[in-house]
């Protein structure tokens, strides 16, 4: 099964050059995200819509459009073509990665077409008959996003994904592009670790690194939002802290010589899709300079690593990891382990 997802700023020509891409590749079928974007509008509380300014932003979003696909693939096979403007990588990671979980192969491809051409067509772009002001409105919403377009393109973007350079092709000759590239091998699939989804309650292990400055180790995961501590899931038969450690060697090269001192114990309630386990830290102490010049990272599994202060790790953590993180630390000043519940100390 395979997504072969079509990138590129509002207006560049994603849907038109998908419709024309599925006459192109055999068993294929086209998967537009917008109608679930249409569809929350109908299952939403107004309320909890208004709250965001982009659809993307609300996890159910996300979550379903990943559970669409998957369902799409189950039923047809084949090919699945998705037209559908991804600007922030934390979104890509969480999408393609939970892709990835379910061994569905995504090839990313990015419409670049000139901004000069992009905001010629923007202008020309057809809105929605039904939709009041819809004219003007997708218009300006287009314009308004050429923006963070350029800045996903400075940081992340044009690396992640295969480009295309549109601005002279029309969209049957853009779709002829990438159906050549795609069956010639020249855009393979995304080099995105394939973490199987927990079927259960998980035990995950995590260690604690620092720098002389007492700066924490994090490594960002390919496959996931926010950034994360060296770690993973413990397991059948593995002790936690030894899992800690192989899993450290795996992620980052470093081997430790002695068994990490536990931290906390944390318990995460489940949350669907996730159902949540225990998460364990350990301190695996002081790297010398030398030890954390040799970080070495493995590709498809994470893509930087970084020393954080406990202020820089506020921003770079999920609300729970952090949580996770700052009441480690205050273990690790007081010599003794703590335990808690969804990040929260009891007892």
Not at 144 to 154: N, S, V
Request: proline residues 9%.
């Amino acid at each position: 099964m395979t997504v072969v997802w079509i990138n590129g700023a509002f207006g560049a020509g994603k849907t038109t050059t998908a419709r024309e891409l599925i006459e192109l590749i055999p068993n294929s079928a086209l998967f537009d995200p917008e109608v679930i974007g249409g569809a929350l509008t109908h299952l939403l509380p107004p309320k909890h819509l208004a709250e965001v300014g982009d659809f993307q932003d609300l996890p159910i979003w996300r979550r379903l459009v990943v559970d669409t696909a998957a369902a799409m693939l189950a039923e047809l096979g084949g090919t699945l073509v998705v037209p559908m403007t991804l600007l922030r990588q934390e979104y890509r990671d969480e999408i393609f990665g939970a892709l990835a979980a379910r061994r569905i192969a995504v090839h990313h491809l990015l419409l670049a077409p000139a901004e000069t051409i992009l905001r010629e067509r923007i202008a020309g772009r057809e809105a929605p008959p039904d939709a009041p002001d819809g004219e003007i409105r997708t218009r300006q919403w287009s314009y308004d996003h050429i923006e963070p377009y350029r800045a996903a393109l400075a940081s992340w973007l044009t690396a992640d994904a295969h480009p295309v350079d549109t601005s002279d092709l029309t969209p049957y000759e853009t779709a002829v592009r990438i159906a050549e590239a795609v069956g010639s091998g020249a855009v393979p699939a995304c080099d995105i670790v394939q973490t199987p989804e927990p079927t259960a309650e998980t035990l995950a292990a995590g260690v604690l690194l620092f720098d002389e400055q007492d700066r924490v180790l994090l490594v960002d995961p390919t496959y996931k939002p926010g950034w994360e501590f060296p770690g993973g899931v413990v397991e059948r038969g593995e002790a936690p802290a030894r899992a800690g450690m192989r899993e450290v060697a795996e992620e980052t090269g470093i081997r430790l010589q002695e068994v990490p001192r536990l931290l906390v114990v944390d318990w995460e309630r489940p949350a669907p899709p996730g159902f949540g386990g225990l998460r364990l830290l350990f301190d695996g102490g002081r790297l010398e300079p030398g030890e954390a010049s040799r970080v070495l990272l493995p590709g498809p599994e994470l893509r930087a690593w970084r020393f954080a202060t406990e202020e820089e790790a506020a921003g770079m953590l999920p609300p729970v990891r952090y949580e996770r993180l700052r009441w480690a630390l205050r273990a690790r000043e007081r010599g003794s382990a703590l335990y808690l519940e969804a990040g929260v100390p009891v007892g």
